[in-house]
């Protein structure tokens, strides 16, 4: 009997692979995203092995053009993928060989697909963390400006989802801004850890070949060789990592997306989303759905599901590689693509946000939001908190029970139960004065709300985040 036909392990084999197996090992259809970095960590690896003298110069040049040929196919649509080949490290490799010779079949020398998965893994992952950080740092850009043009506009602040008090729209703004920009943090922190080279591994246990792991680390940009050879080809961390960052990210657009639900609903009616990211109904003419921050807060689920399943994946594997590794590849795709169609439609999508000033007012003027500062204008005056708690939440009461608003009141009305009140008290309890008087760094005034911006944009300038056009 003959080795499997084609297969590039198939010497110690006598029967052919079963065709359920074929199908079920095969990754070359998800896998093939690598080919880009692949096609590079094999040209440092064929380099480095010309340079210790393990390859000739010769075949260096032929397998650095052939790769350099097999990429422009791929990109082309002309490569002839195989999924019997299994994956696209073998893809890549046969038809190199069927290109060039046997100098193809010397790439393989001192490497392992498990030194080399890994290695493509981090090089893609940490271009798409690049990306996604350029992204969100665009995001981040347009908040900062809406939120200086909404610096003034009165809107409501809540707790409980109960308005609570007035705060300006610009102030919640970057309320969001501030979230995005831990998430551009978080971000920037794992490629360091990304970022490490575990090319020289080989299998396992490193070859016996004169290798310089230095060298492929330099040339393919990672900051540092991982150091033990067991660790390189089997920690996964850095994808787990990612979508644990991804479905923290996730779960900020989600928050986010709930309040954009809210706030364009017509009973709330204080913001209107651009039609151009909105939906009608096919059977109720009047309706305009806020499709894209449904779809964001849904899509948050599969991410977390991303990271369930790669912790679940990882937990129970001994050192080092097990093929249950070819598991990390969806997941980690599917959180990097989720996460950054998200960003980049919000990205076009938020900076458009139009409030509606009157809308925003009345919803900010409801529930007494300013009851608190007729607290805090009754201890300036000497009544001691609690008793001006007590006093106002008995002025609530009554302005309850009258149906009208805590300025609406006559000076007689607050002083039944706030005696120390005065003609001055009612400029406290409007909402500019509310807003106004919270100045201080980081409170809801105008002037807090512009230096705020301010602050934000000179962070987001020195984080240095490659500017993006999607
Ligand atoms: N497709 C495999 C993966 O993604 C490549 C490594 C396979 N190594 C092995 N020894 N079978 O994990």
Not at 272 to 294: H, W, Y
Not at 295 to 323: D, I, S
Not at 351 to 359: G, R
């Amino acid at each position: 009997m003959s080795s499997p036909r084609g297969k590039l392990w198939g010497g110690r084999f006598a029967e052919a692979t079963d065709t359920l197996l074929e199908v079920y090992s095969a990754s070359e259809h998800y896998d093939r995203r690598l080919y880009a970095q692949d096609i590079r960590g094999s040209q440092a690896h064929a380099r480095m092995l010309g340079q210790a003298g393990v390859l000739s110069a010769e075949d260096v040049t032929a397998i650095c053009a052939g790769l350099d040929a097999i990429r422009a196919e791929i990109e082309a649509g002309d490569f002839p993928w195989d999924p019997a080949l299994e994956d696209v490290h073998m893809n890549i490799e046969a038809r190199l060989t069927a290109r060039i010779g046997d100098a193809g079949k010397r790439l393989h020398t001192g490497r392992s697909r498990n030194d080399q998965v890994a290695t493509d893994i981090r090089l893609y992952l940490r271009e798409a963390i690049d990306h996604l950080r350029a992204v969100l740092g665009g995001l981040r850009a347009g908040l900062i400006d809406l939120a200086e043009r909404e610096a003034e506009t009165i809107f409501p602040g809540y707790t409980h989802l109960q308005s609570a008090q007035p705060v300006t729209a610009g102030h919640h703004l970057l309320a969001w801004e501030a979230m995005l920009a831990r998430d551009c943090e978080r971000l920037g922190e794992l490629r360091a850890r990304v970022n490490r080279s575990p090319l020289g591994a080989a299998a396992l246990a490193g070859t016996s070949y004169p290798v310089d792991r230095e060298m492929t680390a330099k040339e393919l940009g990672f900051d540092a060789v991982i150091d033990n050879s067991l660790d390189a080809v089997s920690d996964r961390d850095f994808a787990i990592e990612f979508c644990a960052d991804a479905s923290l990210l996730m779960m900020h657009f989600s928050r986010i997306s709930e309040e954009l639900v809210l706030w364009a609903n017509p009973q709330f009616g204080m913001v209107r989303l651009p039609d151009a990211f909105c939906t009608g109904s096919s059977i109720m003419p009047q309706k305009k759905n806020p499709d894209v921050a449904e779809l964001a807060r849904g899509k948050t689920g599969r991410t977390y599901g991303a990271l369930m399943a790669l912790l679940t994946l990882m937990k129970g594997q001994p050192l080092a590689y097990n093929r249950d590794n070819q598991e990390d590849k969806e997941p980690l795709f599917d959180a990097l693509d989720t996460t950054l169609a998200t960003a980049k439609i919000m990205a076009a999508m938020l900076p458009q946000l139009a409030f509606v000033p009157e809308a925003c007012r009345r919803a900010a003027s409801q529930g007494y939001p300013t009851a608190t500062e007729l607290a805090d204008y009754l201890v300036r005056r000497g009544v001691p908190f609690r008793d001006a708690h007590e006093q106002v939440g008995k002025t609530v009461a009554l302005a309850v029970e009258r149906g009208v608003d805590l300025a609406e009141l006559s000076l007689d009305e607050i002083r039944r139960n706030a005696p120390k009140a005065d003609e001055d008290v009612f400029a406290v309890l409007t909402l500019e004065g509310a807003v106004a008087a919270r100045d201080h760094i980081g409170g809801c005034a105008p002037a807090q709300v512009r230096a705020a911006a301010g602050r934000a944009r000179d962070r987001l300038a020195a984080e240095n985040l490659e500017p993006t056009h999607g």
